[in-house]
């Protein structure tokens, strides 16, 4: 059996080789590249985001990241994005706190990315989630903690049936808590993010990746 192909999007966003050293450890063949044929063929995406939400969404336009985005998931093929990297897929943030109007995110789910409302910020540290039932992603780590480091998340408590490509599946939400609930994780098709970074998240997090490799 062939091992899965994964890209790790490569667009600048602080250090990746932890997410590449993760996929390949879980029987993936990663790339670290922003090569458009590289990307489109892949089995696999992966969208890091470390940072501040701007910087991320420039480095993603720069490196042609929207297009490139828009026609995996137009074809089902899947992306999966962590930390800012799932905050992007919304349709944008308020960070910096009480930013108007809010910076563009790519809109593939409905949603503003807004600070977290806690006493202490940012969220950094291990976390219980609370896994949405039939989740392929956290099947056997349902009950895990993960390892968050963010000062922002999305709190909509209903998380709205994405348009285009993502319509035909409802979404699937995991949740955490930090002051308030926000989202931890979405399942939707061939787009699945996380909050949480799952390549510093031990065993748990592996187990996470290996789910969604061999879902490939």
């Keep these: 059996m062939t091992s899965p192909r994964v890209v790790v999007l490569d667009y600048g966003s602080g250090n ?23 990307v489109l063929e892949a089995d696999g995406l992966l969208v890091p985001g470390v940072g501040n939400f701007h910087a991320c969404m420039t480095g993603l336009r720069a490196a042609d990241g929207p297009s490139l985005i828009d026609t995996r ?51 950094m540290g291990w976390s219980e ?26 709190g909509s408590r209903d998380l709205p049936t994405a348009p285009g490509a993502l319509a035909a599946a409802s979404p699937r939400v995991t949740w955490s808590e930090h002051g308030s609930p926000f989202v931890a994780a979405v399942e939707n098709g061939p787009l699945s993010a996380t909050q949480f970074h799952p390549e510093k998240s031990g065993d748990a997090g592996l187990h996470l990746l290996k789910n969604w490799v061999m879902s490939l």
């Design 16 to 38: 990746v080789h932890s997410a590449v050293r993760a996929l390949s450890h879980v029987g993936a063949q990663v790339e670290l590249t922003a090569d458009r044929r590289a």
């Design 73 to 123: 998931l137009a074809g089902g093929r899947p992306v999966l994005g962590v930390c800012v990297g799932m905050q992007v897929m919304f349709d944008g943030s308020r960070e910096p706190f009480g930013t108007q109007p809010e910076q563009e995110g790519l809109s593939q789910w409905p949603g503003t990315v807004e600070r977290l409302i806690a006493p202490v910020v940012p969220h």
């Design 129 to 154: 989630v609370t896994a949405a039932e039939g989740s392929a992603l956290f099947a056997g780590v349902e009950a895990e903690r993960f390892y968050f480091v963010h000062s922002y998340g999305v």
